[in-house]
């Protein structure tokens, strides 16, 4: 029998505690014979990050010993930490982010010291099977008050520790160096600031001879108004990559015949209205793999919705592939093995296998709960300012043990995703249901500046960021109020990083929400340009404008400069250990809505970065944020 409880307040089997045990869900899944790697973060390891291997018979093993955590800091937000070398293992340990190699045909093997080197970073790795080494991007730290240098390194596997050497040099960032197959021609991305690798990146290939000393470089592609993403070799030699030189990141060739002639044909192989990519945050991100020769699998995105297809390169035909699932990432794919990461509204991420355009669960969906419990994303657009059509999830509150009394509506959660590019998407996220599943409605933004609908979508937030996109999450709250699906008065917006720069934002310059969450989010825009790190140094060059030029710009749209206009409470949280958005940026905001005698509760954990990994923490913060609705909800906000 259903109780009738306030909405809010519904009791929830999707405990705080439940949901940090079950958070682990795979990554960067790969194959090697009958043998499936994937990486797992587990909070109740302290947010460590664990390889594992799965044998052909089912069984499972952890591959690294406890005392190893597989996980690199590259550019900070880190990516891919392994590579598969046949029977050799090699991997970014997180406490000195060396590389280490481990025999992982061998159960007792131990990981071996591959680099010994202080103040370095790997990441993007390749294996060069041909010279015996692996080719990386390697971040250098520089003395205090530089940016770290970044450059392409060879590391030979021939001996126990070596010192890697230098193979390119000069541009500020490099990504995804790949090999063709016969080991002649190396492959990369590079750009400079102040760019960002979503806005205009170059592609450029080289020749490699038999020592691997490195040829004249030419540029294949790239220009100001194209993001070029995920270069490698098909296994006939051609050159493939993605592009949004037409507005949709599609995916384009170059066969092994014109690498270096000018001006070669550059050829697209998919024009969908779609992205075959996301944006490039980690290294190591994969939306295609090629099964044969001619045939390639990839993900794309459309509408908020991810699709699986497999394309005949010849004809250009693509054939989409069949299922209830609508979110797919990271592509893993050889002439044996077709390996994705799939999920939808009802499951979690999991590792499945494409067997003649069937797919087949390779890990559990791990869920502890019936799927009734979970609340199903409704996608749509609405109107906000200039841009006509701009797209949300809607989450309708979801409990099939409880009702509310009648007539009565429900309280909404905005949420701001983080970026500001990036986007939402329709896999199962437990820190949703949590909310739904209580009564609470929950609405999934993607606000202009959002990836996966084209480049000029993308590019809508230039120069307007803490304007356009606050609009945004201001009009989809207005949009559902008026559809009457929330109560107009228990509004509440949420978001990290970025987004938690547009929660505090929208409080300042808006009287849209009763309250708001910022997850280590920034206050004050011009002390960020100062200090932050590489990858993101220049970014708000482009959001905002050039510093200082544009001073005046940024003082204006400080949050941390208008904390007086606050004028409903404010939930604070941020990890000590933030190297993105440093801890003074959360301190600062505090300390001046304090000031200006407004209401707000701040809550730091010691032993946490950008972003919350350890299940005490994960438990803590959750639970504050509860009590923190639900004593607005009793108090009638």
């Not at 018979?57 to 590579?83: I, M, V």
């Not at 099977?129 to 530089?146: K, N």
């Not at 299940?615 to 803590?620: L, S």
């Amino acid at each position: 029998m259903t109780s009738v409880v306030p909405f809010g307040f519904w009791p929830s089997p999707i405990s705080s505690e439940a949901l940090a045990q079950h958070s682990v869900t795979p990554a960067y899944p790969k194959c090697y014979g009958d043998t499936i790697f994937w990486v797992e973060s587990r909070p109740a390891e302290q947010g460590r990050q664990v390889i594992v291997a799965q044998m052909g018979d089912g069984t499972k093993r952890d591959l690294l010993p406890r005392e190893f955590s597989a996980r690199t800091q590259l550019l900070e937000y880190g990516g891919c930490p392994y590579l598969l070398c046949d029977e050799l293992l090699v991997f970014v340990n997180a406490q000195d982010q060396n590389l280490y190699g481990l025999a992982w045909t061998q159960p007792s093997a131990v990981p071996v010291a591959i680099t010994a080197g202080v103040g370095r970073r790997y990441g993007d790795l390749s294996w060069d099977r041909r010279r015996g080494c692996v080719l990386a991007v390697m971040e250098q730290e520089q003395p205090a008050h530089q940016e770290p240098v970044l450059s392409l390194v060879v590391v030979s596997l021939q001996s126990a520790v070596s010192e890697p050497e230098v193979l390119l040099s000069g541009a500020d960032f490099y990504a995804w160096p790949c090999l063709s197959p016969n080991g002649d021609y190396l492959a990369w991305i590079s750009w400079n600031h102040p760019a960002m690798p979503w806005d205009n990146t170059q592609l450029w290939v080289a020749p490699l001879d038999d020592d691997g000393q490195i040829g004249a470089p030419m540029l294949v592609a790239g220009d100001a108004n194209e993001s070029i993403a995920q270069p490698q070799f098909s296994p006939e030699g051609d050159l493939y990559w993605v592009s949004d030189r037409d507005n949709w990141w599609n995916i384009y060739r170059l066969s092994r015949g014109d690498l270096f002639v000018s001006q070669g044909n550059v050829e697209a192989i998919t024009q969908l209205q779609a992205e075959c990519a996301t944006p490039r945050w980690v290294s190591g991100m994969s939306c295609y793999g090629f099964m044969a020769a001619s045939t390639f699998c990839f993900c794309y995105s459309q509408h908020g919705e991810w699709r699986l297809a497999t394309v005949d390169v010849a004809s250009k035909q693509v054939q989409i592939i069949e299922t209830d699932l609508n979110y797919f990432a990271d592509v893993y794919a050889t002439s044996t093995c077709v390996l994705v990461l799939g999920a939808n509204g009802s499951h979690a991420t999991a590792i499945y296998a494409l067997e003649r355009q069937i797919l087949r669960s390779v890990t559990p969906a791990v869920a502890q709960w019936s799927r009734e419990y979970f609340s199903q994303p409704q996608g749509f657009y609405f109107p906000s300012g200039q841009q006509s059509q701009v797209h949300s999830f809607f989450y309708p509150p979801h409990n099939p043990d409880v009702v509310a009394p009648a007539a009565s509506l429900p309280p909404l959660i905005v949420l701001c995703h983080g970026g500001p590019t990036g986007a939402t998407h329709t896999a199962l996220n437990l820190k949703i249901q949590f909310w739904t599943s209580r009564g609470f409605a929950v609405l999934d933004v993607n606000y202009r500046g959002s990836t996966g609908f084209g480049r000029a979508y993308r590019q809508s937030l230039q120069g307007q960021w803490g304007m356009a996109e606050v609009e945004d999450l201001c009009c989809a709250a207005d949009y559902v109020t008026a559809q009457g699906w929330v109560n107009p008065r228990q509004r509440f917006i949420k978001g990290g990083s970025a987004g938690g720069y547009s929660v505090l934002a929208a409080l300042c310059f808006h009287s849209t929400f009763n309250a708001g969450v910022s997850l280590y989010g920034i206050g004050d825009l011009t002390a960020l340009a100062a200090d932050t790190h590489k990858f993101e140094a220049r970014y708000l060059d482009s959001l905002i404008g050039p510093y200082p030029e544009s001073a005046d710009v940024y003082s204006a749209r400080s949050p941390a400069n208008f904390a007086g206009q606050i004028s409903c409470p404010l939930l604070v949280f941020q990890g000590l250990l933030d190297k993105v958005v440093p801890p003074n940026q959360a301190r600062q905001m505090v300390d001046a809505v304090r000031a200006a005698g407004n209401s707000v509760t701040y809550v730091e954990f010691a032993d946490e970065g950008h972003g919350f990994r350890q299940a005490a923490n994960i438990i803590a913060q959750l639970d504050a944020e509860l009590d923190f609705y639900q004593g607005l909800l009793r108090h009638g906000h």
